[in-house]
């Protein structure tokens, strides 16, 4: 393991120990270099991704919170721990609010099964979008929120979203995948399968119980 322990060159603020990841060496570097005061002891995961899974607290005030507790609630949601993973993108929120933010907490709570909640913050992320928010990523904001209205039981409403985000990213296969999804509850199997036919040339991969409606 590695232990690794340096000083703010200025005043700080204090933040609880929490666990955070890192994928290489030379990024433990590039944030000692940001003047905090971090205590490193880095684990070599099990896996072959060469991700370090690393304990640390630390005092900064060069360093983003916002960015910080982020990269916390990815480092738990890779983990599977969702419920972990909101809880940080929620912190992240305090500090700076933004659509990306909000997105995530809205794909954790999906991923729990909690439709209302992510509903709710996949809402709130298109209400943030700004001038700096890309295209792709509008796209993304109003797919999400398109599945989770279907899986709601609003289909006709995800419907009209995942055609927004078609209009918006013609290129983003996920859209296809949940739209097909829609009609299929609509009963509009070969809409269904023309979606998904179109997910899968954009490199989605189709669960198959969603594949035996369709002929090709």
């Known amino acids: 393991s590695v232990s690794v322990i340096i000083k703010p060159r200025y005043d700080t603020y204090s933040l609880e120990s929490v666990r955070c990841w890192h994928q290489r060496d030379e990024e433990i570097v590039r944030l000692l270099r940001k003047g905090m005061e971090v205590e490193f002891t880095g684990i070599l995961d099990s896996e072959s991704t060469g991700l370090k899974f690393i304990n640390c607290s630390y005092?900064?005030?060069?360093?983003?919170?916002?960015?910080?507790?982020?990269?916390?609630?990815?480092?738990?949601?890779?983990?599977?721990d969702f419920k972990g993973a909101i809880d940080a993108y929620k912190k992240a929120e305090n500090f700076k609010p933004s659509p990306v933010t909000a997105n995530s907490i809205g794909d954790h709570y999906f991923k729990?099964?909690?439709?209302?909640?992510?509903?709710?913050?996949?809402?709130?992320?298109?209400?943030?979008?700004?001038?700096?928010?890309s295209t792709r990523s509008k796209a993304i904001y109003y797919s999400n929120r398109g599945e989770a209205k279907i899986y709601l039981g609003s289909v006709d409403e995800?419907?009209?979203d995942l055609n927004k985000s078609i209009k918006l990213d013609p290129n983003y296969p996920w859209s296809y995948e949940y739209r097909g999804i829609g009609y299929l509850k609509l009963n509009n199997q070969d809409q269904a399968c023309k979606d998904f036919k179109k997910a899968i040339s954009l490199g989605r991969d189709i669960e198959q119980k969603y594949?035996?409606?369709?002929s090709f």
């Open 59 to 80: 005092e900064s005030n060069e360093f983003s919170k916002a960015s910080f507790w982020n990269k916390i609630g990815e480092s738990r949601g890779q983990l599977g």
């Open 112 to 133: 729990l099964k909690d439709y209302n909640n992510s509903l709710a913050y996949f809402e709130k992320a298109i209400s943030l979008i700004n001038d700096n928010t």
């Open 158 to 160: 995800g419907i009209i």
């Open 211 to 214: 594949l035996n409606y369709c």
